[in-house]
């Protein structure tokens, strides 16, 4: 509700809410000097499941705004408002949501994680890391690595390409890392397709980067790996349409059909649960 200058009051915005609410805040979130509202919305069957919601006044709308990307979701977890350390690239705060562990039968593995949300330039509020609980029991999955690359790759329009490459080349190199499909594939299928995806994925993120040469080596090194076969292949052409014309889509393009034929390639991401990004 808004109040007038008559001492009366009129309703201003009335979102669709489907469970129980929390008021997070009432305060100036994104730095850009304006009060924002931040609350959870939190419904439950076998499992609970909290949303983070976050909208502000637009002003030549005459209404409120969403000001967080969708998404923002956490099963059983909690979610936290937190100062944004001085090295991060949002202004404000961020949202910090911890958690994940669903109770649903097809859960899968059972790592908690922890996801920090910020508001950068202004614009709305995205992920901007996503790191599994390190102490957690079944953590060091091969898996569960390149999730965590993979958000950041999401995430470079603000970070920089530099943090995935970071944790794609860590994910690869790191032998103590296991296979841990709940549907007992095979372990060294798992992770020569595994190994397949994080050099592919780093290829494209140096790529990406400007990092030419360094892509080159990077699909070398994935030649002389026991990773899975295709990805090779994949990888080599994504890499050579992309340096040809500068254009990620039309590399992507090109790789398409061996992607819909081959769906282990990319199915193998669905092997761990919904508590886990596919």
Not at 69 to 83: D, N, Q, T, W
Request: hydrophobic share 40%.
């Amino acid at each position: 509700y808004h109040g007038a200058d008559d001492g009366n009051y009129s309703l201003a915005y009335n979102p669709e809410i489907y469970g129980g609410t929390d008021l997070l805040a009432d305060e100036d979130l994104n730095g850009d000097g304006k009060v924002d509202l931040a609350w959870t919305v939190t419904g439950c069957t076998v499992s609970c499941v909290t949303e983070t919601q976050i909208v502000t006044w637009d002003e030549d709308a005459k209404n409120y705004k969403s000001i967080i990307r969708p998404g923002a979701l956490i099963a059983e977890g909690k979610v936290e408002l937190a100062p944004i350390p001085p090295t991060n690239p949002g202004k404000g705060r961020q949202v910090v949501m911890s958690g994940g562990v669903s109770a649903l039968p097809d859960s899968g593995l059972a790592v908690p994680h922890t996801e920090i949300w910020e508001s950068v330039n202004g614009a709305p509020f995205q992920r901007i890391q996503w790191s599994y609980d390190r102490k957690a029991e079944g953590n060091d999955c091969l898996r569960m690595r390149l999730v965590e690359a993979d958000m950041a790759l999401e995430a470079a329009d603000v970070l920089s390409y530099t943090t995935a490459i970071d944790l794609y080349q860590a994910a690869i190199n790191d032998s103590k890392l296991k296979a841990c499909s709940i549907h007992k594939m095979d372990p060294i299928t798992e992770v020569a397709l595994l190994q397949g995806l994080g050099q592919f994925r780093l290829v494209e993120a140096l790529a990406l980067s400007g990092n030419s040469e360094g892509a080159e080596v990077a699909l070398a090194n994935l030649n002389k790996s026991k990773a899975n076969e295709d990805y090779k292949a994949i990888a080599a052409t994504w890499l050579e349409r992309y340096q040809a014309n500068q254009n990620a889509a039309t590399a992507c393009t090109a790789i398409q059909e061996t992607l819909n034929t081959k769906q282990e390639l990319w199915q193998v991401t669905d092997h761990y649960g919904i508590n886990h990004p596919t």
